[in-house]
């Protein structure tokens, strides 16, 4: 597939730097105040673990208007000295350039492939521009298994806090396991390694006009590994934090993107998906440690509220999704008191399982079938905090193996309604 | 004796020499209604083979039809109302071109005006199917956004856009039908305007309080809420 969306300009760019082993991909927007630190640490990770293989930073933006280019063109180790090398050291190249297509993470991601093809790059890192604890060592985690260890696709393991990234935890990671088979923990993580040969088979992909250009990429990225095959690993990264999210970020539409890139994906490998059943660990890299995680606070009496003004006014659409029973079963959940609301995991499952059906038969347009989702969701994700919310971490980790069983016994049920 | 039966026959002459000219017109509206009858009824069975091998029902029900089909007593499939309707349509079809076969000058202008009239009726119902389904759409996803905006009376502000707009079509269809289109226009601005009025009134007399509230809180220091930090991605 020709790059499309590179400018003439970029060409030129990579054709004076001509090949590379390596090339990173940073996705930015508006993100000069954390960028510089990102640079300097994956700068830092390539001349430690990579002093003798040639690397491109690229960093693709979205049309910031806060000089994060300059930022990254400006941006260098003053003294390697203290990273203590002692190797070689092949020069980081560095390029920063805004992409074109629809604005969003995906977009980015696909200049970055084109940039990795052009350079005939043999692995690949994409990592987010708003990351505060990313270490050098992020840099090995990722690339290894794909340079030395002949892995495909590599995912990040984090630690997070127990309240902190509840679409994967109650939705996308149960339902990618329970569909594929493999226990990929954070498949929507956002910072991934993977082979050349993968990005080149990415560009092959059209879909740079759907979500996936948005929101979805994270999980188009995984999913397309697992389903075609691709050697898949995850490496253990310690602690993700990064930049307080913009307020503005609308939840609806979040869950959106994720959640109708995944069920096309379903749509896309129904093939694939259809056979498996139960799921296996993948190969883990990276020696796991225990990481001090700051406070989440949630206002669960918010949320409560906006999953019972769902019951009181969606009901016909979730009638027409849910069925009479699971409906039923929806509302006893709005008569709970507060401090036992409890949303079963199974009732949860058969939700997913039936948005998901409802997706396939497009029984609504898309937009208004998930976004119907948000007050059910909003109800899982308070009865998860409210369960989890005395735990460890690792119990709570434990709830959400239990919800992932859940999804992968009820496959027969989705298996035989998708028909 | 012969002049009055001849008197008695002449008019009865007349009436078979009638008769005999107008047979053939006769007998070419009965093969037209025949044939057109015979037509409309195969068209309708394919139509339903069709209308099965597309799934219509299946679309009718995620469209909202179904339920509109059902709020209006009509208990039939989908597809067997479409099929029910356009067999009708084509039967009508064919009576007005049988009775246009006659030959009658009366009927002649009744059958031309129903010609010239058809296009409206085509495009109204055009109109009417396209308005509904662009209402349930406009309205559901204003239920949905305010639902998930937290907004109390979400699903009270959708059935207000949901009515308002099916008045706008409805007038939209009376003018493209012709009927009485002066009154429907009339009637249409003063209901439109009357609702904008009424909400306008209802508001600044009645909520007055209201109003001082939301404007006060607006510019008032935002009073501190429980922090939300959850992320959820």
């Given at each position: 597939m020709?790059?499309?969306?590179?400018?003439?300009?970029?060409?030129?760019?990579?054709?004076?730097?001509?090949?590379?082993?390596?090339v990173?991909?940073?996705?930015?927007?508006n993100?000069?105040h954390?960028?510089?630190?990102?640079?300097?640490?994956?700068?830092?990770g390539?001349?430690?673990?990579?002093?003798?293989?040639?690397?491109?930073?690229?960093?693709?933006?979205?049309?910031?208007?806060?000089?994060?280019?300059?930022?990254?063109?400006?941006?260098?180790?003053?003294?390697?000295?203290t990273?203590?090398?002692?190797?070689?050291?092949?020069?980081?190249?560095?390029?920063?350039?805004?992409?074109?297509?629809?604005?969003?993470?995906?977009?980015?991601?696909?200049a970055?492939?084109?940039?990795?093809?052009?350079?005939?790059?043999?692995?690949?890192?994409?990592?987010?521009?708003?990351?505060?604890?990313?270490?050098?060592?992020?840099?090995?985690?990722l690339?290894?298994?794909?340079?030395n260890?002949?892995?495909?696709y590599?995912?990040?393991?984090?630690?997070?806090?127990?309240?902190?990234g509840?679409?994967?935890?109650?939705?996308?990671y149960?339902?990618?396991?329970?569909l594929?088979?493999?226990?990929?923990?954070?498949?929507?993580?956002?910072?991934?390694?993977?082979?050349?040969?993968?990005?080149?088979?990415?560009?092959t992909k059209?879909?740079?006009?759907?979500?996936?250009?948005?929101?979805?990429?994270?999980?188009?990225?995984?999913?397309?590994?697992?389903a075609?095959?691709?050697?898949?690993a995850q490496?253990?990264?310690?602690?993700?934090?990064?930049?307080?999210?913009?307020?503005?970020?609308?939840?609806?539409?979040?869950?959106?993107q994720?959640?109708?890139?995944?069920?096309?994906?379903?749509?896309?490998?129904?093939?694939?998906?259809?056979?498996?059943?139960?799921?296996?660990p993948?190969p883990?890299?990276?020696?796991?440690?225990?990481?001090?995680?700051?406070?989440?606070?949630?206002?669960?009496?918010?949320?409560?509220?906006?999953?019972?003004?769902?019951?009181?006014n969606?009901r016909?659409?979730?009638l027409g999704?849910?069925?009479?029973?699971?409906?039923?079963?929806?509302?006893?959940?709005?008569?709970?008191?507060?401090?036992?609301?409890?949303?079963?995991?199974?009732?949860?499952?058969?939700?997913?399982?039936?948005?998901?059906?409802?997706?396939?038969?497009?029984?609504?347009?898309?937009?208004?079938?998930?976004?119907?989702?948000?007050?059910?969701?909003?109800?899982?994700?308070?009865?998860?905090?409210?369960?989890?919310g005395?735990?460890?971490?690792?119990?709570?980790?434990?709830?959400?193996?239990?919800?992932?069983?859940?999804?992968?016994?009820?496959?027969?049920f989705?298996?035989?309604?998708?028909? | 004796?012969?002049?009055?039966?001849n008197?008695?026959?002449?008019?009865?002459?007349?009436v078979?020499?009638?008769?005999?000219?107008?047979?053939?017109?006769?007998?070419?509206?009965?093969?037209i209604?025949?044939?057109?009858?015979?037509?409309?009824?195969?068209?309708?069975?394919?139509?339903?083979?069709?209308?099965?091998?597309?799934?219509?029902?299946?679309?009718?029900?995620?469209?909202?039809?179904?339920?509109?089909?059902r709020?209006?007593?009509?208990?039939?499939?989908?597809?067997?109302?479409?099929?029910?309707?356009?067999?009708?349509?084509?039967?009508?079809?064919?009576?007005?071109?049988?009775?246009?076969?006659?030959?009658?000058?009366?009927i002649?202008?009744?059958?031309?005006?129903?010609?010239?009239?058809?296009p409206?009726?085509?495009?109204?119902a055009?109109?009417?199917?396209?308005?509904?389904?662009?209402?349930?759409?406009?309205?559901?996803?204003?239920?949905?956004?305010?639902?998930?905006?937290?907004?109390?009376?979400?699903?009270?502000?959708?059935?207000?856009?949901?009515?308002?707009?099916?008045?706008?079509?409805?007038?939209?269809?009376?003018?493209?039908?012709?009927?009485?289109?002066?009154?429907?226009?009339?009637a249409?601005?003063?209901?439109?305007?009357?609702?904008?009025?009424?909400?306008?009134?209802a508001?600044?007399?009645?909520?007055?309080d209201?109003?001082?509230r939301?404007v006060?809180?607006?510019?008032?220091?935002?009073?501190p809420?429980?922090p939300?930090?959850?992320?959820?991605?």
């Amino acid at each position: 597939m020709d790059a499309v969306t590179l400018r003439a300009d970029i060409h030129q760019q990579i054709e004076q730097f001509g090949k590379a082993d390596i090339v990173v991909g940073i996705p930015s927007f508006n993100s000069a105040h954390t960028i510089g630190h990102v640079v300097r640490a994956v700068q830092a990770g390539l001349a430690k673990y990579f002093p003798e293989c040639k690397a491109v930073i690229v960093n693709s933006d979205g049309g910031s208007s806060d000089g994060t280019m300059e930022v990254v063109h400006n941006t260098s180790i003053g003294d390697f000295g203290t990273i203590l090398l002692h190797h070689r050291i092949e020069p980081v190249l560095k390029m920063a350039f805004p992409y074109s297509g629809i604005p969003g993470k995906g977009s980015a991601f696909r200049a970055v492939f084109e940039v990795a093809q052009a350079l005939e790059a043999k692995a690949c890192v994409v990592v987010d521009s708003d990351l505060r604890s990313i270490t050098p060592e992020w840099i090995e985690l990722l690339l290894k298994p794909v340079l030395n260890g002949g892995f495909d696709y590599v995912a990040p393991l984090y630690h997070r806090h127990k309240f902190d990234g509840t679409i994967t935890n109650s939705i996308v990671y149960p339902l990618t396991r329970a569909l594929y088979g493999q226990q990929v923990r954070q498949p929507i993580g956002g910072d991934f390694g993977f082979s050349g040969k993968l990005a080149q088979f990415y560009l092959t992909k059209d879909v740079w006009e759907t979500d996936v250009a948005r929101f979805g990429i994270d999980i188009w990225m995984t999913t397309t590994a697992i389903a075609n095959g691709f050697k898949v690993a995850q490496s253990f990264l310690g602690a993700k934090i990064h930049d307080a999210k913009d307020p503005g970020t609308d939840l609806g539409n979040m869950l959106y993107q994720v959640v109708s890139s995944t069920f096309q994906l379903m749509e896309n490998y129904a093939e694939v998906w259809t056979p498996v059943r139960g799921s296996q660990p993948v190969p883990t890299f990276g020696f796991e440690y225990t990481v001090g995680l700051e406070h989440v606070n949630v206002n669960t009496a918010r949320m409560l509220a906006l999953f019972r003004e769902g019951l009181l006014n969606l009901r016909e659409i979730w009638l027409g999704i849910l069925g009479a029973g699971d409906l039923k079963e929806v509302e006893r959940l709005g008569e709970m008191e507060d401090v036992k609301f409890h949303f079963p995991m199974a009732l949860w499952t058969r939700i997913i399982y039936d948005y998901a059906i409802a997706f396939h038969q497009k029984r609504l347009p898309a937009e208004h079938l998930l976004k119907s989702l948000l007050p059910l969701y909003i109800g899982k994700t308070v009865s998860f905090v409210l369960q989890v919310g005395p735990m460890e971490a690792h119990e709570a980790e434990t709830e959400i193996d239990k919800l992932c069983l859940e999804f992968e016994h009820g496959k027969d049920f989705l298996c035989t309604c998708w028909k | 004796m012969m002049d009055f039966l001849n008197l008695m026959l002449e008019p009865l002459q007349e009436v078979f020499v009638k008769f005999e000219a107008f047979l053939p017109n006769l007998l070419a509206m009965l093969v037209i209604l025949a044939v057109g009858i015979l037509l409309a009824r195969v068209v309708r069975v394919l139509l339903l083979k069709f209308l099965r091998v597309i799934q219509f029902d299946s679309w009718s029900d995620r469209m909202g039809f179904t339920t509109l089909l059902r709020k209006g007593d009509l208990w039939l499939k989908p597809s067997a109302v479409l099929g029910g309707t356009v067999f009708w349509i084509l039967v009508i079809v064919t009576l007005m071109a049988g009775l246009g076969a006659l030959n009658v000058a009366a009927i002649d202008t009744l059958v031309a005006q129903f010609f010239n009239y058809l296009p409206r009726v085509f495009s109204a119902a055009v109109i009417l199917a396209i308005g509904y389904l662009f209402t349930s759409f406009i309205s559901r996803a204003v239920l949905i956004t305010l639902v998930n905006s937290g907004y109390h009376y979400a699903r009270l502000l959708a059935e207000a856009i949901r009515v308002l707009l099916m008045l706008m079509i409805l007038a939209m269809v009376m003018e493209q039908l012709q009927i009485a289109t002066n009154v429907v226009l009339a009637a249409f601005s003063i209901l439109f305007g009357g609702i904008v009025i009424a909400l306008a009134i209802a508001f600044g007399v009645g909520g007055i309080d209201t109003a001082r509230r939301i404007v006060e809180q607006k510019f008032a220091e935002e009073p501190p809420k429980a922090p939300d930090d959850i992320e959820h991605l």
